[in-house]
């Protein structure tokens, strides 16, 4: 069997304990995530019960028997956490959005930065389900090494900027990226004409590798699995902290319009 990580466990475990909840109301301390005003978002779920949670991309879709469908786009980076018997306080994490059904349970999530939380009717959902210029999550069976070669061939930029900026792979944010370079050894401003075919094979396994691993890291049912800055290998070292690998010390450099924690010795331009 297939192990669930990220996004397909959380909703495995929202199916599990969520089913036939009724919503009592929703709270949401970022409203820029919404797509209608938070009273009309109360309005059309308050009173119904919770049928299905599934995925579809980066979206985790729970569907009402009201035929409404909450959506949360749910990239690298966010958190869903469950409570029972009213205890949301015992959350500690930010709660962006708070989930709160008629029998004191509930979940709230917490974004690391922008996110959507979205309210959509049968009609609305389906133009979302049709979006094919959604970015290939780097762990779906799509994102091979062949794919990968053909994003990077013939670009001329440096490899971070390029990884971050463009929109065929999604999740690649920038707290992820340190230590995926670090990970294949290619220095972030290493222009892509310049990365051998090999080195591009292991930036594709580490992409893979450090990827699972932060996602591992997801649970709906504990908080206290959510990663934590020391799960990083490289990123969020103190400057001249020792590098994992060989000892140099880390350092935090700026390349091209962000910064990026490097090892001179593992990864050289
Ligand atoms: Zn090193």
């Known amino acids: 069997m297939i192990e669930l990580i990220g ?3 959380i909703a ?9 909840k009724t919503i ?4 949401v301390n970022q409203k820029k995530a919404l797509n209608v005003a938070e009273e009309v ?3 059309r779920t308050k009173g119904a019960s919770v049928t299905e949670v599934r ?3 980066k979206w985790l879709i729970i569907a009402l028997d009201n035929s409404e469908h909450l959506l949360l786009s749910f990239t690298l ?4 956490f469950y409570f029972e018997n009213g205890a949301i306080k015992k959350i500690k994490y930010p709660h962006n959005v708070e989930v709160h059904f008629d029998d004191d349970s509930g979940f709230t999530a917490r974004f690391w930065w922008f996110e959507k939380f979205y309210l959509l009717n049968f009609t609305e959902l389906s133009e979302i389900s049709e979006d094919k210029h959604a970015a290939l999550d780097p762990l779906d069976e799509a994102f091979t090494l062949d794919y990968f070669t053909t994003v990077l061939s013939g670009k001329k930029s440096q490899i971070k900027s390029f990884l971050m900026s463009q929109k065929k792979i999604g999740g690649l944010s920038g707290m992820y990226m340190h230590d995926i370079l670090w990970g294949a050894g290619i220095h972030p401003a290493k222009k892509i004409s310049e990365i051998s075919v090999n080195d591009i094979k292991k930036l594709h396994t580490s992409i893979h590798e450090k990827i699972t691993f932060f996602r591992r890291h997801m649970d709906f049912f504990d908080e206290s699995k959510a990663f934590v800055g020391d799960d990083f290998f490289i990123a969020y070292l103190d400057n001249e902290e020792p590098c994992p690998n060989c000892g140099t010390p880390i350092q935090y450099l700026k390349t091209g319009s962000s ?3 490097v090892c001179s010795t593992c990864q050289q331009l």
Not at 12 to 20: H, T
Not at 24 to 27: F, H, L, P, S, T
């Open 41 to 43: 978002y109360g309005q």
């Open 77 to 80: 980076g966010n958190d869903i």
């Open 12 to 20: 495995e475990q929202m199916q599990e304990v969520l089913i036939g």
């Open 24 to 27: 009592e109301r929703v709270k």
């Open 55 to 57: 995925t579809h991309g």
């Open 259 to 261: 910064s990026t924690y």
């Open 7 to 9: 996004i397909d466990k």
